[in-house]
């Protein structure tokens, strides 16, 4: 038996010291931690990561391992083993950091992230808030996306648009990463 790839999701209550007790109890077990991300989403904190785990840890082992760490009695525990079959995927290089921002409403991140499709444009991150300003819900988006060279300004431009009428300002940066 061989080490396996899983994608192990982690929420709980945020606290300080969250993302250091996680990786420190897989770090224990002897497990490579790959692509990782951790947000605060309300009250809570979420840490997702591409684990490789050593062929003698089960997937329900591992949860009932964190589960006994301080304070992940009540955290939401999942870890799935890897089904993907290799194949074609997407480019991954970000070419380009787009933020929008405006008032908050129903269908606004449907809207704007519908336009990359348009473009082969691939979404590799996205991130997005909504803060109190001045009394108004206002709803800020950060995409790191991979647009095709050749379709970049038409890409943009569409996006802006889109942006424009949904009372989103747009800016966009070219990628150093990319």
């Known amino acids: 038996m061989s080490d396996y790839k899983a994608l192990l999701s ?3 209550k945020d ?3 969250l993302i250091s007790l996680v990786t420190g109890h897989l770090f224990d077990k002897g497990i490579n931690l790959g692509d990782t991300s951790f947000a605060v989403l309300g009250k809570g904190g979420e840490f997702t990561s591409v684990i490789d785990i050593p062929a003698d840890v089960s997937e329900s082992e591992l949860i009932d391992e964190l589960r006994t760490l301080e304070g992940m009695q009540d955290a939401d525990i999942d870890v799935r083993r890897f089904a993907f079959e290799e194949g074609d995927t997407p480019p991954t290089d970000i ?6 921002e405006g008032p908050d409403q129903p269908g606004v991140l449907a809207r704007l992230s519908e336009v990359f499709i348009d473009f082969d444009a691939n979404i590799v991150r996205l991130k997005s808030d909504q803060v109190d300003r001045n009394g108004q819900t206002i709803f800020i988006t950060r995409f790191s996306v991979y647009i095709p060279p050749e379709r970049t300004e038409n890409c ?3 996006l802006d648009n889109t942006a424009s009428a949904l009372g989103q300002t747009l800016t966009a940066e070219n ?3 990319g």
């Open 156 to 158: 943009l431009a569409a």
């Open 175 to 177: 990628s150093s990463l």
């Open 95 to 100: 070419t380009h950091h787009i933020r929008c």
């Open 15 to 17: 606290r300080v010291g």
């Open 10 to 12: 982690v929420f709980s």
